[in-house]
């Protein structure tokens, strides 16, 4: 499938930084209204001013030509990852810190490549997205992980007072050294397929991913903790 270029309208070029986990990964693009997109969506999570671990010169195509029903395929060729799916194509050389994206002006396609190459980050040195809620305690992270619909979010809501969330959604955990540190994300667990074919057409002002209607955390501000499991340890015998 070939996404076309569509004209920019700026001439200007600028460069978003979205930090997740502590990675922060630069997004380069021409178009002022996509920029206005990523500061609502992303909030907190953009870092003006911050130099980028990892960027990527952005195309963007017109909707009409993307298909975000395919599936998402991702492989390794000739030291670069490749990801495609119906609404975007992208490639990322580890190596050299650089990337490519092309896509229509929506949400839901960046938020797919920035969770892959996040996925492949943390995977090099051990550490995982995991659909779960999570939040502080006393120092510590607590993650609660589950199918949908299995408690995730009423975990969330139920934490005591003191319990700073991070998460109900997807929460990201990292090998910092000898320990496991969790974080929140801005991405949502799921985009339902009507959702996803939905903003690959929509303005971007219109579209936003799915919240719970109490704990809205993937807009909360950016928030880390020192991983504890949730799972009983076996007593000794």
Known sequence: ??????????????QVVIEVGGVPIGLETTD????????GRYGDYVKPGAESEFSFSMELAPPDLSNPDADAEVWLENGEWRMERGDF????????????????????SID????????????????F??????????????????????????????APSDVTLLTDEASYVRK??????????????????????RASSASPEKTSPPRSPRCTCWRRRPRTGLFRSNRRQPSGG
């Open 32 to 39: 002022a209204g996509f920029v206005h997109m990523l500061h």
């Open 1 to 14: 499938m070939a996404l076309l270029m569509e004209p920019s309208r700026s001439s200007t070029g600028h």
């Open 129 to 158: 997205l995991l659909h779960a809620s999570s939040g502080i305690r006393n120092g510590k992270a607590f993650l609660f992980s589950g199918l949908s619909e299995a408690g995730k979010t009423t975990m969330a809501r139920l």
């Open 112 to 127: 797919s490549v920035l969770r892959i190459v996040h996925t492949l980050v943390l995977a090099r040195n051990g550490g």
């Open 176 to 197: 910092v050294g000898a320990r496991y540190m969790a974080y929140g994300t801005p991405f949502p667990a799921t985009w339902p397929t009507a959702l996803r074919s």
């Open 89 to 108: 194509r992208a490639r990322w050389n580890p190596q050299t810190h650089q990337g490519r994206i092309r896509q229509s002006a929506n949400p839901y």
